[in-house]
C-alpha cells in the first residue's frame, strides 16, 4: 500500500495549506483510492534546537559516564529545575540542566531538545525526571528517536546540527525543530485497487487528487529535461532476446541504459531525500540507490543501478535455461525457470545473469561504497511476467509490485535522466552524452465509444461536456465521428482502459460516484426464490425444529474412506474424483456421499467435549462420469473456443445436492424426571420422513442391506414416480458396529441420507387444498400375515387400493413375528381412518369396505387377515 507524504504530493499538485491527512483521504476516496491508514506528525510538542553551553562528565559506579549537560533553549524556554535560582553566581544566562549519555558532542554544538510535553514516535512522552542524582529537565534527541532513521553519515548519538541528520541545517536557541526537520509531514496511506497500478507514485496520486478537487497539478514527467542523445556510448549496448514469450507478449519491449561517470562514492543521500523516504516506508541505503527509489516513488519507474567496472557489455534480456542460478541482493541462491526472464552480460564465462528482469537484482553488479561509474536501467517489463516471477520464487518487491500492474512505457528514458540529474546534484559526476535506447513504446489501442454509452449504462443523464472533459482530463485524446461517435485513444500510463465499459467506468468515477442515486429496485412480481430453493431451506428446518445442528463440511476426502465404511469393491460410491491441486495431499478425492465427511465432523465434535450427537449437513456430492478425462486448460488470452466448453463440461463430474444426518447419544439433557430415551434407527426413519415431507414428498421404506449400515438395521428409502415403480433415494438406519468404532461413536449411532433433489423432483408440483371434513371418521384396525419379503408399502399400497375414496389415513403401527405367525411370515397391524364427504358412513359401508381392503390386500400380496 503506497504512503503519501502530505509535502511531497504538494510538489506535483496545488494543496491547501491547511490541508490535513484526513481531508486528503477524503478526497481520494471519492475517486476510489480508498485510505488504508493515516499517520499524523510524528512528533508534537516543544521540540527546539538548543546551543550546549556546559558539559560536564560524570562517571558512574556501574561504569558508565553521563554527561550533565546546560543547554540554552531560547528565552521563552529556559528553566532550571534541577535549581530554582536563576540566574545562578558564574553563570552568564539562563538554561536547561539535562542528563544525556551519548558522546558525539562538545560545547558550542546545536542540538535538538525535547522539552517536558513534548511527545515522540511511538508516543514516548518526555517530563522532567530525577536521575543520577539530577533533574533532567528534557531529552537531546538521536535521530532514531525522532523517527529519521539511521544517521545517513552512520555516525552513533545525537543530531548535532550541521553533521548527518541536519547537514546544511543552522538555527538559533528556541527555534522551532519540527519544522526545521520536517517532523510535521502528515502521511495517507492508500489502497490501490490491481487496475490503477500509476497511483503506486506521486506523479499518478497528485493527478488523482487533481481530478478530485480541480487544483493545479503539473505531470512531473514533464519537467525532465533529456539531455543524452540515443545511441549505444552509454557504456554498455542492449540485445532484446525474449524468443520464448508468454502468451504472445514480448517480456520486454523497451530498455534503456543511462551511464553516470565520476560519481563520488562518500557522497550521502540528503536530508530532505532520506526522509521522504522513510515517511514512504522504504529505507534509505546510499545515494545512487535511493535516488531509484525516489525517482521510483516520484514517477512510478522501477530503475536498477549496475556498478559500471563490474558489467561485461553487451546486455541480454532473455529467458532463463533450465538449471540456471542467481544469487539476488537479498543474498539468497535462486534456482530458475524457463519462463522467468533475465538480464544478463558477457561476465563470467560470457553469459552471466545479473537479475531477474523487473524484480531484482544479481549481487554480481550490485553498486558499492567504491562505486563511481554507473549504469542505470529503465526498462518496460511484461506484467505477466513479472508477476509470475515474484510469485514463483516469493520475492515481491516494490519494482515487482509495480511492473505486474502495468508502467507508463513512456517513462524508461525521463526516468533515467531523472534519477541521473539527481546522483550529479548530490554525489557530482558527469552525464553520458549517449543513452541506450533500445525497443519501442507501445502504442495504447483506440477504444469506440458513443456519447449516450455512459448513460446508458450507469443510468443517469451526463452531458457531452461532462462525457468529453472527463475522458480528456483522464489523459484520453479524442477523434469525433458521426452520430456521437467517439475513438478515444488512452493515455500511456493507463494501460488498464481496453474496453468502452473501462470508460464508462472513468466517467462515473470523476462525475461523482455520489452523483448515482441509490434507489431499491422493485422485484418485479412472480419472482423470488425458486421451487427448489424454498424446498431446500423448509428440509433444513425441518430438522432444525426438532434440535439438530447444522454443520458444513468441506468435500474433500482421503481414499482409505471408503475402505472405512467397508463399501464393497464394487460400489460404484468408490468411483470419486481426483482432483489435481487438492488443499491437502492427504485429502484428494471429492465425496461421493454425504456421510464421508459428515461422520468426521461428528468425531471432532465428540473429541472436543459432547456427550452426544445430533447434526446434519446439506452439500454437494460428486460422482465420476463414465470414462470422464480430464478438462483442457485453455489459455487465458482468448476466450475457450465451444469445443473447449464442450470438454470442459463433458469432463465435470455428476454433481447432486444431498441431505443427511447423524444421531447418536442421549436424544435430549438428563432431568429429574429421568434419563431421556437413546437416539435409534427408528429416529432416523422418522428424521428422514420428515425432511421429506417438508418438501412436499413421501417416503416408501424397505429393509436392505447397505453400507456403512447395520446390516439388519438399514432401510431404504423410496419415492413414488410417475411410472408407479418407486425410485431409491437414499438409506436410513443403525451404523454398522466396526463404522461406530473406526469413528469412536455412541453405541447404536443411527443416520440417514437423502438424495435431495431427487426427492425434491418427486414432490408434487402443484399442492391441492383438501376441503375440511364435516362428518365424523371411522376407525379401523387391520393385521395382515405375510411373506417376510413383501414390504409394508405394498401392503398399504393395497389397502389404499381396496379403501378407495374412503381412505384418509392408513398407518402401520405394529409389526410382529414368532411362532405364532409361522416361520417366514410376519405380521404387519395398520390402523385405518375412514371418512366420505358425502354423509355419516353406515355400519353396511363400513363392513363392505373392510372385506374390499382385505380383498384387495389377499389378491396384491398374498396377505391373510390375522385372527
Request: net charge negative; hydrophobic share 40%.
Amino acid at each position: 500500500m503506497p504512503r503519501i507524504p502530505l509535502t511531497w504530493l504538494g510538489e506535483h499538485v496545488e494543496l491547501p495549506a491547511t490541508a490535513s491527512a484526513l481531508e486528503v483521504a477524503t478526497d481520494l476516496s471519492r475517486l476510489g483510492l480508498e485510505e488504508e491508514a493515516l499517520f499524523g506528525a510524528q512528533v508534537t510538542g516543544p521540540l527546539v534546537v538548543g546551543r550546549v553551553l556546559e558539559l560536564v562528565k560524570e562517571p558512574q559506579k556501574n561504569g558508565k559516564t553521563i554527561n550533565w549537560v546546560r543547554v540554552d533553549v531560547g528565552p521563552e524556554h529556559n528553566e532550571d529545575a534541577d535549581d530554582p535560582k536563576d540566574p545562578q553566581p558564574g553563570r552568564e544566562r539562563p538554561s536547561r540542566g539535562i542528563v544525556c549519555g551519548a558522546h558525539n558532542f562538545e560545547g558550542g554544538d546545536l542540538v535538538v531538545v525535547s522539552l517536558p510535553g513534548t511527545v515522540l514516535p511511538g508516543d514516548f512522552a518526555i517530563a522532567a525526571r530525577k536521575t543520577y542524582g539530577h533533574t533532567s529537565d528534557g531529552m537531546i534527541c538521536s535521530g532514531e528517536e525522532l523517527g529519521l532513521g539511521p544517521d545517513p553519515a552512520g555516525e552513533d548519538g545525537i543530531i548535532v546540527l550541521g553533521r548527518g541528520h541536519a547537514a546544511g541545517l543552522t538555527g538559533e536557541p528556541g527555534d522551532d525543530a519540527i519544522a526545521l526537520l520536517g517532523l510535521a509531514d502528515e502521511v495517507v496511506e492508500i489502497n490501490v485497487t490491481p487496475d490503477r497500478g500509476y497511483c503506486f507514485s506521486m506523479r499518478g496520486v497528485a493527478r488523482e487528487y487533481s481530478h478530485a478537487t480541480d487544483a493545479a497539478y503539473t505531470d512531473p514527467a514533464t519537467t525532465v529535461e533529456t539531455t543524452a542523445t540515443p545511441g549505444e556510448d552509454a557504456g554498455v549496448g542492449v540485445r532484446l532476446a525474449d524468443d520464448a514469450p508468454l502468451e504472445g507478449a514480448d517480456g520486454c519491449t523497451r530498455f534503456v541504459a543511462l551511464g553516470v561517470q565520476g560519481v563520488d562514492p562518500s557522497a550521502q543521500t540528503p536530508r530532505w531525500m532520506a526522509r521522504r523516504l522513510t515517511l514512504a516506508g522504504m529505507r534509505p541505503i546510499s545515494l545512487i540507490v535511493d535516488v531509484t527509489n525516489y525517482v521510483m516513488l516520484d514517477l512510478g519507474q522501477p530503475l536498477h543501478a549496475y556498478d559500471a567496472a563490474k558489467l561485461v557489455g553487451p546486455i541480454t534480456v532473455r529467458r532463463a535455461r533450465r538449471g540456471e542460478q542467481l544469487t539476488t541482493l537479498d543474498d539468497v541462491t535462486r534456482t530458475l525457470d524457463p519462463e522467468d526472464l533475465l538480464i544478463t552480460d558477457a561476465g563470467g564465462d560470457g553469459d552471466r545473469v545479473l537479475g531477474l528482469a523487473g524484480v531484482m537484482g544479481g549481487e554480481d553488479t550490485e553498486v558499492s561504497a567504491t562505486t563511481t561509474d554507473i549504469v542505470l536501467e529503465a526498462a518496460t517489463f511484461d506484467p505477466v511476467t513479472v508477476a509470475r516471477t515474484a510469485r514463483r520464487h516469493r520475492l515481491p518487491s516494490e519494482a515487482s509490485k509495480r511492473f505486474e500492474r502495468g508502467v507508463d512505457p513512456q517513462l524508461p528514458l525521463i526516468a533515467a535522466h531523472r534519477a541521473a540529474q539527481l546522483i550529479v546534484e548530490h554525489g557530482g559526476g558527469t552525464i553520458a552524452a549517449q543513452v541506450t535506447d533500445e525497443g519501442s513504446a507501445t502504442a495504447p489501442a483506440p477504444i469506440t465509444a458513443g456519447l449516450r454509452d455512459a448513460e446508458r449504462i450507469v443510468g443517469i443523464p451526463y452531458t457531452d461536456a461532462q462525457v468529453t472533459g472527463s475522458l480528456e482530463a483522464i489523459g484520453c485524446t479524442l477523434a469525433h465521428g458521426a452520430e456521437g461517435e467517439l475513438t478515444v485513444t488512452p493515455p500511456s500510463w493507463r494501460p488498464d482502459l481496453e474496453i468502452r465499459e473501462d470508460l464508462v467506468e472513468e466517467i462515473a468515477r470523476l462525475v461523482g460516484y455520489a452523483q448515482i442515486p441509490s434507489e431499491l429496485p422493485t422485484a418485479p412480481g412472480g419472482r423470488g426464490l425458486t421451487v427448489a430453493q424454498r424446498a431446500r431451506r423448509a428440509a433444513r428446518r425441518a430438522l432444525a425444529e426438532v434440535g439438530l445442528i447444522e454443520v458444513n463440511s468441506a468435500p474433500f476426502v482421503a481414499p482409505a474412506i471408503h475402505d472405512r465404511l467397508r463399501y464393497a469393491e464394487a460400489d460404484a460410491r468408490r468411483e470419486a474424483v481426483r482432483i489435481l491441486n487438492p488443499l491437502s495431499e492427504d485429502e484428494p478425492l471429492l465425496r461421493t456421499e454425504l456421510l464421508q465427511t459428515l461422520l468426521p465432523v461428528a468425531r471432532r465434535n465428540l473429541g472436543r467435549g459432547e456427550e452426544q450427537i445430533a447434526i446434519f449437513q446439506r452439500g454437494s456430492v460428486f460422482r465420476a462420469r463414465s470414462g470422464q478425462g480430464s478438462a483442457p486448460v485453455p489459455a487465458a488470452a482468448q476466450r475457450p473456443s465451444e469445443q473447449e466448453l464442450e470438454q470442459i463440461l463433458a469432463a465435470l463430474p455428476a454433481q447432486t445436492s444431498a441431505l443427511a444426518s447423524v444421531i447418536g447419544g442421549a436424544s435430549g439433557p438428563d432431568s429429574w424426571q429421568g434419563e431421556p430415551a437413546p437416539w435409534g434407527w427408528a429416529d432416523a426413519l422418522d428424521l428422514a420422513r420428515r425432511a421429506a415431507a417438508a418438501v412436499g414428498a413421501e417416503l416408501e421404506v424397505r429393509q436392505t442391506e447397505h453400507a456403512p449400515f447395520h446390516p439388519g438395521r438399514a432401510a431404504e428409502l423410496r419415492v413414488r414416480t410417475d411410472s408407479g415403480d418407486g425410485l431409491a433415494v437414499g438409506a436410513a438406519g443403525e451404523l454398522h458396529p466396526a463404522v461406530i468404532k473406526e469413528f469412536g461413536l455412541p453405541a447404536r449411532t443411527a443416520a440417514f441420507e437423502l438424495d435431495l433433489e431427487a426427492v425434491i423432483a418427486a414432490a408434487p408440483a402443484v399442492v391441492r387444498a383438501e376441503p375440511v371434513p364435516t362428518y365424523p371418521p371411522a376407525k379401523e384396525d387391520f393385521a395382515f400375515v405375510v411373506e417376510q419379503s413383501v414390504p409394508a408399502s405394498a401392503v398399504e399400497a393395497a389397502i389404499v387400493v381396496g379403501a378407495g375414496d374412503l381412505a384418509e389415513r392408513v398407518h402401520l403401527f405394529d409389526v410382529f413375528t414368532g411362532e405364532q405367525i409361522g416361520e417366514g411370515k410376519k405380521s404387519l397391524a395398520f390402523a385405518i381412518r375412514l371418512r366420505s364427504t358425502e354423509g355419516t358412513l353406515t355400519a353396511e359401508q363400513i363392513g363392505e369396505t373392510r372385506q374390499r381392503i382385505i380383498a384387495a390386500v389377499e389378491s396384491a400380496v398374498g396377505g391373510e387377515l390375522r385372527a
